[in-house]
């Protein structure tokens, strides 16, 4: 028992001083933005896929917003990925097919497996270009973002692109509040430290892009998946392909603005994420591929965020367990490692993290919401520990995984 | 002390110090004051002309003002909507700056409907609009400057903030040329300048006389740009020999050296230096995970990235008036006798050398 928490200290260790190596580095490093300076090129042709599964209250900002950006007309396909929708999705996207003649090229899925990798698969059939970027209905790109996340392309190394995603529904309550927090941290400080530092940035499934030859390569879409960004990270990964990430590439999303929502998204992210871990974590680690040593351990530790969860809570009850016992483990020293660990949730390396972000993104007063930010992890920790047992459980008796659209909030478009 | 007392007591100073940094939380909670979206800009795309097309509509208060001063041939003075005082320029000869400049510094607002030609050694505070050409003196400061027709600068001039010219862009000897420089023609650096953002449909460095430029003409294949073709990825250093022709895109993780004469038919990517000698062609883009040094008439037609600095010797063409292409990086040297047709971005420091 002892040695399972002094396992568990250590991963903790691990991850805490993974934090501020990343937040110093954000703060002090040489930053990487090879692209972003790429303004004048002979731009490529381009698909842009527009994943919707009843998105009625949404479709038409983003169909909108792409017709206005700045990029060649005749270079650039927008295919609304019209998943099974039982709402109004459908005329929406006619009408726009109507005003757009020959720019938006829709794509009717009324059967099939759930899920957006699997309506991605079938939609490639539409697919011609080399270059393919990837939105979620609820985000609303800017004129210059498709010229960004094209960019990278250039670079033949590159095999997938990701943008970074704004809250757009900041305002609305305290969840929204924390969540745009999170995102702060999770993009301006944990995506573009790994991309200074040549690790892993994780392709996000939206504000996104993939090269089909890559795609094509590593087996196209992963329609097993709950996660397919993260299976495709993964997946280029192995087969020697850089996935870039832009932090100037900004794409407004709308996030959940109910717990229950949340829950459910964090669930979802948390089974998929756990499930590439299963698929690759072990094949990224000693097997024989291209991947660099820092992208081996960077990668197995990204895959490994979502199952640091149950870990750390069976780590609490050990501690307890030890406690009571009135085992002094190693002198002390453990203790005093635990007491920093877990008393302070990771020696506050998170919140640090955070608290840059804000800074490196120039707003102020919102770092005052830092300490609700406990509310949240507490929330996260469970749901993902809960993610994990049912998970397992769902393995153990061969049930097939569940795909849960995350609910829109926007009213919808007139 | 009563043992109870005291309990109570430690809880409630406990409690007061947990419940410190939630006050200023739930003050923020109520207040919302920092609650709105992080500011992107839905509509920027980077476009260079951004601060000359806003100067344009600025100056569009004065047009009336402007016409009149060019038909009769005199000058005016006022202030702009926001303040701002400007000089009207009617007859370039009439142009009295020895009353405009107070200790070699111009604080109006300068628009000329016609050509326009300031004197040496001043500091133009505000920004000046020419609406023909513009020719400017010796040793100037300008905060900002845009010509309808050519902009020529004098030797050792600095531009602080952009400059853009519908005409000719031509910077002598010397000159600084701080954030955006644009010309929709041709714009051209003299030895010694130094550069941030340039943008035009050709930019060559160097004197005419001096330089072997590249053909406005493209020296590229017809076909599309090759994004897509086979890869070759190789794990260690690499060199391409010379004269060998490589059809595909060609990733090397280690350094890159590609020999004299060598054709890629792709795109090329080193994650450490990158050298190509003299005559190499590259079809498609140039990229180098740190140094890069382009040797002297090669020709480049995608985009040429390294990302930590970048050496482009006399005779090297980087793009196309067909194809325009961008060559970014931290820093830059640039040979006289260099042509990039569209963007050369150097983020930290931008330098044009003599040959050699």
Known sequence: ?414 | MNPYLAVAALIGVVSVMLMLPIIPAMVELQRKSDATPLHVVPQNAGEIRHFADGFRTYLRALQPTLQQCMASGTAATGTMPDGAAYFVVGGANETPWFLLRQNSVCPFVIAAGGDLTVPDETTFANDVYSGGSFVGGEKNYYRALLGEKNVQLGPCSRVMRWAHAVGDFHASAGCQLYGRVSSDSVLRLDRNCSFLRLNAPRIVTGRAENGNFAPPDSNFSAEAFPIAPQRFLYDGDFVIGAGEVIRGNLVVRGKLRIAAGAKVCGSVKSGKDMVLETGVCVEGSLISGRKMRVGSACSVRGPVIAEREMFIAAGTQCGSLQNPTTASSPRIVVEEGVTVFGTLWARESGQVVGKG
């Open chain 1, 1 to 414: 028992m002892i040695y399972v928490l002094y396992f568990i200290v250590l991963l903790i260790c691990i991850y805490t001083a993974r934090h501020y190596w990343f937040t110093l580095n954000r703060l002090f490093g040489f930053q990487r933005h090879p692209y972003i300076d790429i303004d004048t090129a002979e731009w490529p042709p381009v698909t842009v896929l527009v994943a919707a599964h009843n998105e009625e209250k949404v479709i038409a900002n983003i169909l909108s917003a792409l017709m206005t950006v700045r990029y060649p007309e005749d270079k650039m396909l927008v295919i609304p990925v019209n998943d099974r929708s039982s709402d109004h999705t459908r005329e929406i996207v006619d009408q726009f097919v109507t005003k757009f003649p020959g720019r938006i090229c829709p794509f009717h899925r009324a059967s099939g497996k759930a899920g957006k990798a699997a309506a991605l698969k079938d939609a490639m059939e539409l697919v011609e270009t080399e270059i393919i970027l990837i939105f979620d209905a609820d985000y609303i790109p800017g004129a210059g973002l498709i010229r960004q996340l094209v960019a990278p392309f250039f670079d033949p190394e590159v095999g997938g692109v990701m943008g970074r995603v704004v809250p757009l529904n900041v305002g609305t309550n305290l969840l929204t509040r924390l969540l745009d927090l999170e995102r702060s941290g999770g993009y301006q400080v944990d995506q573009q430290a790994r991309m200074n530092l040549r690790l892993v940035p994780q392709h996000g499934g939206t504000v996104a892009g993939v090269r089909r030859s890559a795609l094509r390569e590593i087996g196209g879409w992963n329609e097993n998946t709950l996660t397919e960004d993260t299976d495709l990270t993964y997946r280029l990964l192995l087969h020697g392909w850089k996935t870039a990430y832009q932090n100037r590439s900004e794409c407004y999303e709308e996030v959940p603005e109910t717990w229950a929502v949340r829950i459910k998204q964090i669930m979802r992210w948390a089974k998929g994420h756990n499930q590439a871990l299963a698929n690759y974590g072990w094949r990224l680690l000693v097997g024989k591929h291209r991947a660099t040593l820092r992208e081996r351990i960077d990668g197995t530790l990204l895959l490994g965020v979502y199952a640091m969860a149950p870990l750390t809570l069976l780590g609490w009850m050990l501690a307890l367990v030890v406690f009571y016992q009135g085992i002094a483990p190693l002198h002390g020293v453990i203790a005093l490692l635990s007491l920093t660990a877990y008393a302070a949730l990771g020696n506050m390396a998170a919140f640090f993290e955070i608290a840059a972000a804000v800074r490196l993104d120039g707003t102020r007063t919102r770092i005052c919401l830092l300490p609700f930010l406990i509310a949240g992890f507490a929330v996260s920790i469970f749901s993902v520990s809960r993610a994990a047992v049912s998970q397992i459980r769902d393995y153990a008796t061969g049930a097939e995984f569940h795909w849960d659209k995350t609910e829109r909030f926007r009213k919808a478009s007139s």
